[in-house]
């Protein structure tokens, strides 16, 4: 069959037009989820951000007097940055404690600014400025029990106000005092939780050494899991003060807020007050420290007791199993020499009038020398000692 020139060429053309709408319809979808992705992302970014802008944070406010000029306030977060000259990649970290109550980071931290200071330890967060105290309400995030998680928000708030109200301590400024505070706490609550640990660990032990019990040995287990992250978060209060005091001078001298208001910054290693202050509580968190230590070695010296008696008893169940194997192989001796005897066939022995009786005399010498050589070889394996294995390396 011919075609025609023309014929070809709407032969060719025809899918040459399907292939161009099908290009451009594509084209359009491409171009439509570019777009839709585009303002998607738009409206996503612009509602986080609206909503953070709008996030209010709960903090008390203590006055450079001691006094609680305001109590569990909100405050709008950009307010709150604005007004104490914040960076907002400071105020990061404590927006993910106040904001996300299932979050809890044990990492503390102590962010020495121009006009402040931020710290974070344990369950407080705070501000720190030369003349006010801010404390956001991070407790109820960090306590199963609301009814405790106020009563020891309102037993710290008062222990420190009196703190700050306190007569003895006018010497230090007042960044000083709040500081000292918050560090009290801090050791005050270390303290409680290291001795819980210590009488749980005690009676658990107590309970082991009376008898090794599957439920025991799970309650060992879960405390051993306490103590090691009670380590950790212990550890790491500790090097974060360690690591304030390993500062060089200019460092520390930042931490005196008063003096920089006055205009009369401290200058080279003229910061005895704030170094001694800090030792003193880093000696203290360093004696919790050896003491959990101490803790987590006697779980470890108890762990490999407790191995040793297993391992013990294993020992004695694999023997007692040699011995009945040893006393069964002689008595199959013994029942095989009978078997011969008993067996349908003439022999010699039946014409004797002794021959039952050698046989028994015979089966029992063959049961006692077999039973006797196995007695024999279970006692050296019983009594295999360190010189001997010694000596059979040589």
Do not use: W
Not at 263 to 271: D, T, V, W, Y
Not at 322 to 344: D, E, P, V
């Amino acid at each position: 069959m011919m075609f025609t020139p023309l014929r070809q060429l709407r032969l060719f053309s025809a899918p040459s037009r399907y292939i161009q709408s099908f290009r451009c319809l594509s084209s359009c979808r491409t171009t439509n989820s570019d777009a839709f992705n585009d303002h998607f992302i738009h409206k996503t970014l612009t509602s986080t951000k609206s909503h953070h802008d709008n996030e209010y944070i709960r903090c008390t406010i203590f006055n450079s007097q001691g006094d609680m000029i305001q109590h569990g306030q909100e405050i709008l977060k950009n307010k709150f940055i604005e007004k104490y000259n914040l960076i907002p990649r400071d105020f990061r970290k404590f927006d993910r404690h106040l904001s996300h109550s299932s979050h809890q980071d044990i990492v503390p931290s102590i962010i020495i600014r121009k006009n402040n200071i931020l710290l974070q330890l344990l369950n407080v967060h705070a501000l720190i400025k030369y003349d006010e105290l801010v404390i956001f309400d991070s407790f109820a995030h960090h306590s199963d029990s609301p009814h405790h998680s106020s009563h020891t928000t309102s037993q710290f708030l008062k222990d420190l106000g009196n703190r700050l109200k306190s007569t003895h301590l006018e010497s230090l400024p007042f960044e000083f005092k709040a500081l000292e505070g918050i560090l009290i706490y801090i050791v005050s609550n270390l303290s409680t939780e290291m001795k819980v640990h210590n009488t749980v660990l005690q009676n658990i032990i107590q309970g082991l050494d009376e008898s090794i019990e599957r439920y025991k040995l799970r309650y060992l287990l879960i405390e051993s899991k306490k103590i090691s992250q009670f380590s950790q978060k212990i550890n790491l209060i500790k090097q974060c003060l360690e690591d304030i005091l390993e500062n060089d001078d200019n460092e520390l001298n930042e931490l005196y807020l008063t003096a920089k208001f006055n205009e009369s910054p401290r200058l080279g290693n003229n910061h005895e007050e704030i170094e001694m202050l800090l030792e003193n509580y880093y000696q203290t968190i360093d004696e919790i420290v050896q003491i959990v230590e101490n803790l987590k070695n006697q779980i470890k010296t108890t762990e490999d007791l407790i191995n040793v008696v297993l391992d013990s008893n294993r020992n004695q169940l694999m023997l007692l199993g040699l011995k009945f194997s040893t006393g069964l192989l002689s008595l199959c001796l013994c029942l095989y020499i009978s078997a011969l005897y008993g067996m349908n066939l003439e022999n010699f022995i039946e014409e004797s009038d002794g021959g039952f009786e050698a046989v028994i005399v015979v089966s029992t010498i063959a049961l006692v020398c077999l039973l006797l050589f196995g007695v024999k070889q279970l006692k050296k394996v019983e009594k295999v000692t360190m010189t001997s294995l010694h000596d059979k390396k040589k």
